[in-house]
Structures are given as structure tokens and as C-alpha cells.
């Protein structure tokens, strides 16, 4: 049993920052790789950015690349997800996810264990 827990979301305008943060708790093991999605509403969820507990990464190049990087303290149980040049279309609820693996996966599928979420709001 893992626990996630984000936090940071809130409203921004356009071209701002936010930082979020995800904190894992329980039993979780040494090669976890963590990552973030989000949903719109009326979308399916889409995958944001990932990160091995080893330093596999990955992000979604047609979205968010470029402005949005993941990385995570070990030490504190905690994967960030730094978003920058934030757009409207940005607008989402982002969750955080964990899997059991070593290698880095962008399909929901594919992840464990869910947090709750964290709303983020980008106004024009």
C-alpha cells in the first residue's frame, strides 16, 4: 500500500509558475518510478512527466515539453513537477502516480497508485 499526496496547485495567469509536489508514503520500495498526469474537464487523462527512482525521466513532448520538469527527493519520499510558461490549456487536475518498475511509463495504465489530485488553474 503507497499513499500519495500532491499539493501546489492553485490559479496563475498566464506565463506564470507553479510548483508542484507529491509526497509518497507506506510501503514503497526503491524502484518506484513516479510520475504526474492530468485531466481536463471532458478529457481523458494524459500522461505529463515521469521519473525513475535511478533517474529515468520522460515528459510529453506535444505538450509540455520544454516548460514542465520533473525531478524528486529520494530522501524525502517527494517528485516535484515544476511547470513554467504556464498556458491556459495547461488547466487541469494534475495527479501524481507511482509503479513498481524501473523503467519510466507514460500510459495510466501502467501506474499503481494514485493521489487525489491537485487543481491547477491558468486565466488568459
Known amino acids: 500500500q503507497v499513499q500519495l499526496v500532491e499539493s501546489g496547485g492553485g490559479l496563475v495567469q498566464a506565463g506564470g509558475s507553479l510548483r508542484l509536489s507529491c509526497v509518497a508514503s507506506?510501503?514503497?520500495?526503491?524502484?518506484?518510478?513516479m510520475g504526474w498526469f492530468r485531466q481536463a474537464p471532458g478529457k481523458e487523462r494524459e500522461f505529463v512527466a515521469a521519473?525513475?527512482?535511478?533517474?529515468?525521466?520522460?515528459t510529453d513532448a506535444d505538450s509540455v515539453k520544454g516548460r514542465f520538469t520533473i525531478s524528486r527527493d529520494n530522501a524525502k519520499n517527494t517528485v516535484y513537477l515544476q511547470m513554467n510558461s504556464l498556458k491556459p490549456e495547461d488547466t487541469a487536475v494534475y495527479y501524481c502516480?507511482?509503479?513498481?518498475?524501473?523503467?519510466?511509463?507514460?500510459?495510466?495504465?501502467?501506474?499503481?497508485?494514485w493521489g487525489q489530485g491537485t487543481q491547477v488553474t491558468v486565466s488568459s
Open positions: 502516480a507511482a509503479r513498481a518498475g524501473i523503467v519510466v511509463a507514460t500510459t495510466s495504465t501502467a501506474y499503481d497508485y
Open positions: 507506506g510501503r514503497t520500495g526503491s524502484t518506484y518510478t
Open positions: 521519473m525513475s527512482r535511478g533517474g529515468i525521466s520522460s
